[in-house]
């Protein structure tokens, strides 16, 4: 079990709202220094907690959606997940608890685009229905 304290989870904080941020300004905030800051950040990537950096794109016209997935047993939903990760325009996979498996995020130019993420999951193999929603606005 990894154990994390204050300080890394403030670290961790600060780069959730912007990966990009100095280390000279996390140490400014946390009255530490930076060669303190890089090496508690190298220690939370090498330990996985840290899994990557990445950008959160706003593109004009783009559109963003939120497609749910039910699995059938006796279907892995691990199985599934691995097979939806791999399409382009997929963000990200989460497997959930409720009345759904899968929630996965995508993003497309269109919404025939959308539609044919839509299509993909449903040809998976122990897929048993979606139900999708378009993101209209985002808040951070």
Known sequence: MIVLDKIDLTIIDILRKNARTPYTEIAKK????EAAIR????????????RRFTIDVSLENEIKAIILVKVNPPTPVSE???KIIKFNGVDVVYE???DH???VIVHGQSMLEIN???DMIRDIKGVAGTNTMIVLRAWY
């Open 96 to 98: 959930i608890t409720g």
């Open 30 to 33: 946390l009255r530490l220094s």
């Open 101 to 103: 498996d899968i929630a």
């Open 39 to 50: 090496k508690r950040i190298d220690k939370l990537v090498r330990l996985g907690v840290i």
């Open 116 to 118: 044919k993420y839509i």
């Open 80 to 82: 599934v997940s691995k």
